[in-house]
């Protein structure tokens, strides 16, 4: 933990922020080594990046207060992922990924070779994929919280699992600026002209892409961004994308993001 995010639901009456998290507690206790009256590097969800003070310690809270001193922005160009369903280690990863960069949105969505047994999986709980995502957050000092959209209802104990749109489905059906990994596409320097204000960018299953997904990408005028020219895990393709993608911006739109 690089940065404490708060939450305005811990913020009690008085004013102060409250960390009943056991997790966070522990870290900041025996990792960061705390006390009272010690202060912490933090960030307020969505607003702002200050400092907490810590104003009185138990075994099952910690109480302080909270004083903003930056309001960073947001990403500009923002960028929107649009990955199919991982197996569940790797889309922690990716929530992480996502969380310390400060993508706009991140949407999870079923692709042809998307192994549909991944969705009993508990990983695609809100509060397990908030949890990820806060921790990519604190990691990487990044306050704004990305919106987030699963493309499926996870099945329950009686039903199997509901299709909201696919990756096919939402591509044709959507105006958005799309781009797709692919191995064979162009470096991000070659095909990437950031003339348009956000980005959605498709990361394929393990499997890869089907020749059916390739050409509803062809017709829609869809263009492959190739990262290596190694075959990548996900989780390092969405890595090595948004690392590449930072360094190709201008100087001047990075220090001000």
Not at 139 to 153: A, D, S
């Amino acid at each position: 933990m690089n940065y404490l995010i708060l939450d305005p639901s811990q913020k009690t009456n008085s004013g102060e922020f409250k960390i009943i998290n056991p997790d966070r507690i522990i870290h900041i206790l025996k990792v960061l080594q705390k006390k009272e009256g010690n202060k912490i590097k933090a960030g307020l969800l969505n607003e702002s990046l200050g400092f907490f003070k810590i104003i009185n310690i138990s075994s099952r809270e910690i109480l302080g207060s909270y004083t903003p001193i930056i309001k960073p922005k947001r990403r500009s160009p923002g960028i929107h992922l649009i990955v199919s369903v991982q197996r569940p280690p790797t889309v922690e990863k990716i929530l992480e990924l996502a969380g310390v960069w400060g993508v706009q949105s991140l949407e999870f969505r079923l692709a042809t070779l998307s192994r549909t047994e991944y969705l009993t999986s508990p990983v695609w709980k809100e509060e397990n994929i908030k949890e990820k995502l806060i921790l990519g957050m604190e990691q990487g000092g990044n306050v704004f919280l990305p919106k987030l959209e699963l493309g499926f209802v996870p099945p329950g104990k009686k039903i199997s699992f509901e299709k909201k749109g696919s990756i096919s489905e939402i591509v044709t059906s959507s105006s958005r600026k799309f781009f797709y990994l692919d191995k064979k596409g162009k470096f991000i320097q070659e095909s990437l002209s950031l003339e348009e204000k956000e980005y959605s960018i498709l990361v394929g299953p393990e499997p890869g892409w089907t020749k059916k997904e390739l050409e509803v990408f062809r017709k829609s005028n869809i263009s492959g961004v190739r990262l290596s020219s190694s075959v990548l895990r996900s989780e390092q393709a969405v890595s090595f994308f948004l690392s590449q993608w930072e360094n190709s911006l201008p100087r001047v739109r990075r220090t001000k993001s």
